[in-house]
């Protein structure tokens, strides 16, 4: 939640979270960052612009981890 110019944060947390939970991202092919806008940019203030933000994983190698 918030403005979009504060979407790096996010995805670090977003990648720390993925991470310590044995998972990597994986975006190769149609595997892509989505990003799903619930706010209107038009309507809300930015603070209260809502947005989803999806990466692919899948899980850590042993060798990964």
């Known amino acids: 939640m918030g403005p979009y110019d504060g979407e790096p ?3 670090a947390a977003l990648e720390h979270f993925i991470e310590e939970s ?9 595997r892509r960052h989505h990003e ?5 940019p038009r309507k809300v203030t930015p603070k209260k612009l809502k947005t989803i933000i999806r990466h692919p ?4 190698s042993c060798s990964e981890q």
């Open 9 to 11: 944060p996010t995805i």
């Open 22 to 30: 044995g998972y990597r991202t994986e975006m190769s092919g149609m």
């Open 36 to 40: 799903i806008y619930l706010g209107n």
């Open 57 to 60: 994983i899948v899980r850590k």
